[in-house]
């Protein structure tokens, strides 16, 4: 296990020398990207305790809270995730150069392989800030159900993928960026919409709509139902949670879902709860595991890790 212990713990020495360090800053990326201290020093093969001197340091360089604690629940401040994201560049480069590729231009392509739901929010969004930074890349996006996500990054045909289903390939890895809790969407004047949490038996007589049996997480949703002793009253079925939240919106039922990435507080047509049993959803990208990640699905990458926020209905 290598240290990354810095070489003094003198906060006034480092409130002198306002120059982060390159542990520090390392640190502070791995900690926002793994959402715990503990996971951090994991990525980066060291103790908790030196990854917590390293925070410490730099908030004493700083001049300003980089997370806020509550018990050993940390999340990030505004000042941490600004500070994060410039530091795409820096870390880029320190990749590129360790592997060997520092002489790569910057121009080319990036594809992105992505199913609706995270197309159709949360990647047109993070597209138009990297092609606001990157003008010379073009982005190609391939909007495609997960398990296809999948193939096409194991393929080579899609340099990142982004999912929040778990499909075992032997072509890729997973990276986690985000994590939620199972949620219940309906139209704003639902009868239970009073309730800040539900469960199974709340929804006995309620007309659902439900994402079909080839995803990952219906049987386990069904499986919840089925413990309490509820038989779900399905009325619609569909592919993808875009088309189940325009059937919510239509008043055709209410459904049971991963509110990430599609949850949108300004829309007042309709209200999220938290569902009880809890499930969670774990958001991730889909990198190759048998060649080099390439410089530009990294740079996209860290631009979906700072714009990641912890929700309600997050377990952090």
């Given at each position: 296990?290598?240290?990354?212990?810095?070489?003094?713990?003198?906060?006034?020495?480092?409130?002198?020398?306002?120059?982060?360090?390159?542990?520090?800053?390392?640190?502070?990326?791995?900690?926002?990207?793994?959402?715990?201290?503990?996971?951090?020093?994991?990525?980066?093969?060291?103790?908790?305790s030196?990854?917590?001197?390293?925070?410490?340091?730099?908030?004493?360089?700083?001049?300003?809270?980089?997370?806020?604690?509550?018990?050993r629940?940390?999340?990030?401040?505004?000042?941490?995730?600004?500070?994060?994201?410039?530091?795409?560049?820096?870390?880029?480069?320190?990749?590129r150069?360790?592997?060997?590729?520092?002489?790569?231009?910057t121009?080319?392509?990036?594809?992105?392989?992505?199913?609706?739901?995270?197309?159709?929010?949360?990647?047109?969004?993070?597209?138009?800030?990297?092609?606001?930074?990157?003008?010379?890349?073009?982005?190609?996006?391939?909007?495609?159900?997960?398990?296809?996500?999948?193939?096409?990054?194991?393929?080579?045909?899609?340099?990142?993928?982004?999912?929040?289903?778990?499909?075992?390939?032997?072509?890729?890895?997973?990276?986690?960026?985000?994590?939620?809790?199972?949620?219940?969407?309906?139209?704003?004047?639902?009868?239970?919409?009073?309730?800040?949490?539900?469960?199974?038996a709340?929804l006995?007589?309620?007309?659902?709509?439900?994402?079909?049996?080839?995803?990952?997480?219906?049987?386990?949703?069904?499986?919840?139902?089925?413990?309490?002793?509820?038989?779900?009253?399905?009325?619609?079925?569909?592919?993808?949670?875009?088309?189940?939240?325009?059937?919510?919106?239509?008043?055709?039922?209410?459904?049971?879902?991963?509110?990430?990435?599609?949850?949108?507080r300004?829309?007042?047509?309709?209200?999220?709860?938290?569902?009880e049993?809890?499930?969670?959803?774990?958001?991730?990208?889909?990198?190759?595991?048998?060649?080099?990640v390439?410089p530009?699905?990294?740079?996209?990458?860290?631009?979906?890790?700072?714009?990641?926020?912890?929700?309600?209905?997050?377990?952090?």
């Amino acid at each position: 296990m290598r240290s990354i212990e810095p070489q003094t713990t003198d906060r006034s020495l480092a409130m002198r020398n306002r120059r982060p360090t390159l542990v520090e800053l390392e640190a502070l990326r791995a900690t926002i990207t793994n959402g715990t201290t503990a996971s951090a020093a994991r990525r980066l093969g060291c103790s908790q305790s030196s990854i917590s001197r390293a925070l410490a340091l730099l908030e004493a360089r700083l001049g300003v809270p980089l997370f806020e604690r509550s018990g050993r629940l940390i999340r990030p401040t505004a000042e941490a995730l600004a500070i994060n994201e410039e530091l795409d560049d820096i870390f880029l480069a320190l990749d590129r150069v360790a592997s060997g590729m520092a002489a790569i231009p910057t121009a080319g392509r990036l594809t992105v392989a992505a199913p609706p739901a995270f197309a159709l929010s949360l990647v047109s969004r993070l597209a138009a800030r990297f092609r606001a930074r990157y003008p010379e890349v073009l982005i190609q996006l391939e909007v495609v159900a997960s398990d296809i996500v999948v193939g096409l990054v194991a393929e080579g045909r899609a340099d990142l993928g982004i999912t929040d289903s778990a499909p075992m390939h032997s072509g890729v890895r997973l990276e986690p960026f985000h994590s939620s809790f199972l949620a219940c969407v309906m139209p704003a004047d639902h009868a239970l919409a009073r309730h800040e949490v539900l469960c199974p038996a709340d929804l006995a007589a309620m007309p659902c709509i439900a994402l079909t049996r080839r995803h990952s997480m219906r049987s386990r949703i069904d499986q919840l139902f089925a413990d309490a002793g509820v038989t779900r009253r399905v009325v619609m079925e569909t592919s993808t949670a875009v088309s189940a939240l325009e059937l919510v919106r239509a008043g055709l039922g209410i459904a049971v879902m991963n509110p990430y990435p599609l949850a949108d507080r300004r829309d007042a047509t309709l209200v999220w709860r938290r569902f009880e049993p809890a499930l969670e959803y774990r958001s991730c990208c889909v990198l190759p595991s048998a060649v080099p990640v390439t410089p530009h699905a990294r740079r996209f990458q860290r631009l979906l890790s700072g714009q990641a926020r912890a929700e309600c209905w997050s377990p952090d």
